[in-house]
């Protein structure tokens, strides 16, 4: 059945047992994202130390499997990343999940979350995966100002 | 639980071939009518034969073809007037009663504007139910915020009803415009319309009834209801999309303005003025889809000659087998009544904490159809503490294998988000 494809073991990992939802002490960046159509909402937080790198990055919040398991996987990919680095994935992502990025080379720059790639064919479900990385982008082109 | 010749009756399905996608995809459980029903080949091949037999321009053509376009949408304006019980004492069909519009809230729309102008000032309520679809609220929202009028709610009970002392309470003095619906499209409830229109005429005020859910499902008589107005939508009906319908009493029709203006809906026109058509053609500005209310008037002739009241006896056993279902499965939270016999058409319910857009992808997954989300009634939601549902809603076409298909797939959905803890 096609549902091993998306909801998968690793996947429903990380909506049962994630490892980045919890509420962070002193992150120097927090911004919340909504699908209010959805009811998902989103608060993502991050700690950017003196050398420039994401140090830690958690979110909290409540929504569908398809924003909890996107979240907790970008969460992961982005520690040790710089901001930079972190909004070129954002929009590698967006890419992938909108069907206009499919290079397999590119595409493992995602690590786990490349597994959401045929979220491309659920049109319905592109903003639940967007959410987190959208939000995460929006606060990092926004710090600063 | 329905007794065995009950169970014989939803097992066999002598209308799925006549539904071309229905029958061109036997693993597809269609469990969405609600939103949109499938419809039968034969008002297909009517919007077709419009279009290849008598297509022009209807109205104001003065050759035979246009002729014969104008008299098809007198015929369906005649059609759908007895379907729904709009005839004189003598049994002739209402037609001028018939307004055609594009759907439900585009009737509603046109109400709100034209009756709210002519009747609301400062201080006026208009009275609507905590349950109505977008498309019955945001347009009194709107006419009220232009005039100045208040918008009251009628509540549910526990047991979700809108009692007589909420009529009575709610419906009063300041009361001009109740705007409810006949059936929930989140609940599948019936409202008590008759109950509610006798209040609100004691107290002078109109009553307009939302029919896109009751329409579809049982058999609608606007006299026994005691409405002044109703809104229904073709698509819902094994109609065409892009048609819907307003029937009001003619003497209402003739005292309200117009909502869209221009051509067709004018008897003459000067520099500064107009002088409207009678009614219906005053609400019908601009070239009317003809093709879609000669197929309308297809669906409703196959609704007929499948017989009206044995469609309704079938789908009420099939809600009412869905309903059950749904109710003896330990990890299903049904939202409204767990009666089957309440539920008309609609089922809404929750697989516990699963988000309902993941269980409508996982049975998607499986081939099934189903609505999830605020099903265009964010205030009922919000009244009733969830901010998003899953729903289930049958047709006749729908068999015991649709409903037996779902169950197995939600509790593949279970299994996904459960299974392994």
Known sequence: ?145 | MLNSDELALIEQNPYKADFPLLANNPELVFLDSAATAQRPACVLDAQRKFYETMNANPLRGLYRLSVDATRSIAEARAHVARFIGAVDKQGTPQGNEIVFTRNASESLNLVAHSLGHLLLRPGDEVVISIMEHHSNLIPWQQICRETGAKLVFLRLDDDFRITPAEIKAKIGPRTKIVSVTQVSNVLGIENDIPAIAARAHAMGAKMVVDGAQSVPHIAVDVRELGCDLLAFSAHKMCGPMGIGVLWGKAELLDVMPPFLTGGEMIDSVSETNAVWAPVPQKFEAGTQDAAGSYALDAALSYLEEKDWNTLETRERLLVRYLTDQLAALDFIDIIGPTDGRRHLGSVAFNVGDVHPHDVASILDMQNICIRAGHHCAQPLLTELGVSSTSRASIAFYNDKTDIDRLVEGLKQVWQVFHGNR
């Open chain 1, 1 to 145: 059945m096609e549902t091993v494809n998306l909801y998968n073991a690793a996947f429903m990992d990380h909506v049962a047992h994630p490892d980045y939802k919890y509420q962070m002490d002193d992150p120097t960046h927090t911004h919340e994202g909504i699908n209010p159509s959805c009811g998902d909402d989103l608060i993502f937080s991050v700690k950017i130390g003196d050398d420039g790198v994401i140090e830690e990055a958690a979110y909290q919040g409540s929504g569908c499997a398809i924003s909890q398991a996107s979240a907790d996987m970008m969460a992961d990919l982005i520690t040790d990343k710089t901001p930079q680095q972190a909004i070129e994935l954002c929009r590698l992502f967006m890419d992938m999940v909108r069907g206009t990025e499919t290079d397999p080379d590119k595409l493992a720059l995602l690590e786990d979350a490349a597994s959401l790639k045929d979220i491309s064919h659920m049109p319905a479900r592109v903003k639940c995966a967007e959410l987190a990385w959208r939000t995460l982008e929006e606060m990092l082109e926004d710090r600063g100002n």
